[in-house]
């Protein structure tokens, strides 16, 4: 594989894992400010980033605000598993420290919620890819209003 396919790759990686954490927002009714993305072929490989930034939990003993947002930090490692990443272990480390941070007060355990994230993943998964080509399309960067759109578009 070439440099620009692995480039290629790596940007269709990261918008499908970033759309993954922004569409299970949009879904489970939390807010959702933007999700932008990056790839860029470096001398040592591709260097990828991206974030889909929206709300965190007001208050940490309600736990059903928090297993809403634990959902959504393993939504993006799951819809890359789902694109069939080579690598989706690689993305995960601060999705899976912010999930660290709630299971605490959350009432379901990591398992449940990854499970719970597969399924959302699965449910939504003609969504993601819709959110995802756009988010190339449009250079990396969506508004949380944007996603919203498209979410509420394909959904209806």
Partial sequence: M???DDLEWEWQ???VHET?????LV???LALREVRISARSTWTGVDSSGAATGSWPDDLDDTEDVDLHLV??????AAEMAFGSRDAAAHASGD???AEQLLPYASLGLEEAEQEAHRLVYENWDVIVEVAEA???ADGYLSGAEVEGIVLGVAA
């Fill in 96 to 98: 899976i420290a912010n």
């Fill in 13 to 15: 990686v990261v918008s």
């Fill in 72 to 77: 959504t930090c393993l939504a993006g490692p």
């Fill in 2 to 4: 070439s440099s620009q």
């Fill in 20 to 24: 993954g954490h922004a569409v299970a």
């Fill in 27 to 29: 879904v489970l009714g």
């Fill in 135 to 137: 988010l190339r399309e």
